[in-house]
């Protein structure tokens, strides 16, 4: 959870001014209740690697975006709008200090075969298996959504101290003229038995702004 905190600190809230800008440019990225009904939570995956069946931390972000601002290139094949906004997440400006971060610390021989450029993230279908970042594995995709393990290396196979699975889903919906996007997050402590949500309230706040970043800069890659 470094870092979030340290990219909201350098690249949304430097300044009050900034801080203002911020939540005025985010504004139609918003969190709705996630039900405990919900596909993420009954999964196999979740099941799997949270095996004490510990407490959540877990958020749905959605924007909405007229179809007629959409891309048309993008609506002509069903999967190429999720596949879009996929690539605009990892490869956009919202993810670009992160991206910096983990390329330091492991771009290296061993993840040869992760996906770390902007160029490459922007390019990829991210079909399941997709490595990005050593921080990130595509584990499921359909023609309108795309889930990412995430919380460790996707070198780590095995139950994980800190594991969670993070959703990009795209839905159109011609009756009301819009394309739905979201961004659905759901973090546990996969080792062990907790008591607790893995993250504090400070750092829910933090990575829900984080999550909004990531939502804006998303959007640019599927507009006109």
Known sequence: MGIIRGTLKLTTIGTAATLGT???????????????????????LFSKFNPSKNPTTHDLCIRKVPLS??????????????????????????????????????QGPETANHLWSPEELRSSTYDKGT???DHFEVVEKTPERIVVRCGDSPRLRDVRESDGLFEMSAVVKPDEGVAVFGLKSCFYKGLGKADS???PAHIVWLHKQYTKLWSESAIRNVLR
């Open 197 to 199: 949500e893995p993250m």
């Open 131 to 133: 490595l990005i970042t």
């Open 69 to 106: 601002e959409i891309n048309p290139a993008l609506l002509e094949k069903k999967g190429k709008l999720v596949e879009a906004f996929c690539a605009g997440v990892w490869s956009g400006w919202g993810y670009a200090f992160q991206r910096a971060y983990l390329a330091r610390k492991y």
């Open 22 to 44: 911020f939540f005025w440019a985010t504004r139609e990225s918003t969190f709705v209740s996630l039900p405990v009904t919900d596909h993420i939570f009954q999964s196999k």
